[in-house]
């Protein structure tokens, strides 16, 4: 099986512009989580979908959002970008609800 | 929310030596898993366990949910072990998605 692919895996933005990142669960699983590593803060929860519908949402500011398709693949946007998101962006992705998480390789976001 | 503690942060062994890497919880968890944080960020699973002892390979782990701890075992150390090793718990509904403990930066030297 194919394994947790995450799109794009590098970006650059501006202050203040938006961006947008995808997730591609392994086949099957139907539960999408998303997570902010920063060096000071360390991987933090952002969001989790499971069947289209948003479970959980980590202590994030509104700025972040997400959506699941009905295919289980994921989308998150941050807008308004500020400096400190500058970060890797990981999802992950299971079967079940607090089954085994597995994770993509990340997306890497540069904000300057 | 649940709380997730790792020691040694650092580590420094040699080729061939033993280690230990323990995390504590601070509530029951519905999961906990061990992971290794590769150079280019990408987090590998090594094992999902919420109770009990598995193996695999040089690696082992142990979680004794009772006393709210697990313990990574790396025997025979190699170079390419190397890295970050991180520990998360999932507790009650799982509202808080997984926490992550700091982590464990080993470095194995040849």
């Known amino acids: 099986k194919a394994g947790v692919t995450q799109t794009p895996r590098y970006l650059i933005k501006t202050r203040g512009q938006q961006v947008t990142l995808s997730c591609s669960p392994i086949?099957?699983?139907?539960?999408v989580s998303w997570y902010q590593q920063t060096p000071g803060q360390g991987l933090q929860f952002l969001f989790e979908?499971?069947?289209?519908?948003?479970?959980n949402k980590g202590n994030f500011p509104g700025r972040f959002s997400g959506r699941q398709f009905s295919n289980s693949r994921s989308e998150m946007n941050v807008s308004t970008l500020e400096l400190g998101d500058s970060a890797l962006y990981l999802c992950?992705?299971?079967?079940?609800?607090?089954?085994?998480?597995?994770f993509g390789p990340g997306t890497r976001l540069t904000v300057l | 929310g649940i709380q997730v503690e790792q020691s040694p942060p650092d580590l420094i062994l040699q080729e061939g030596a033993n280690s230990t890497l323990r995390c504590n919880f601070s509530?029951?968890?519905?999961?906990l898993q061990w992971f290794h944080q590769n150079p280019w960020g990408q987090l590998i699973n090594l094992f999902y366990?919420?109770?009990g002892t598995k193996q695999n390979g040089r690696l082992s782990a142990t979680t004794v949910a009772t006393e709210r701890y697990s313990l990574l075992y790396i025997s025979s150390s190699q170079t390419t072990d190397s890295g970050v090793y991180f520990c998360?718990?999932?507790?009650?509904?799982?509202?808080?998605?997984?926490?992550f403990g700091k982590g464990t930066h080993l470095i194995i030297q040849p």
């Open positions: 992950a992705s299971s079967l079940l609800v607090a089954d085994t998480q597995y």
């Open positions: 086949s099957g699983h139907r539960s």
């Open positions: 979908y499971f069947s289209e519908t948003q479970r």
């Open positions: 509530d029951s968890v519905n999961n």
């Open positions: 366990i919420p109770s």
């Open positions: 998360a718990a999932l507790s009650g509904g799982g509202a808080d998605g997984l926490t």
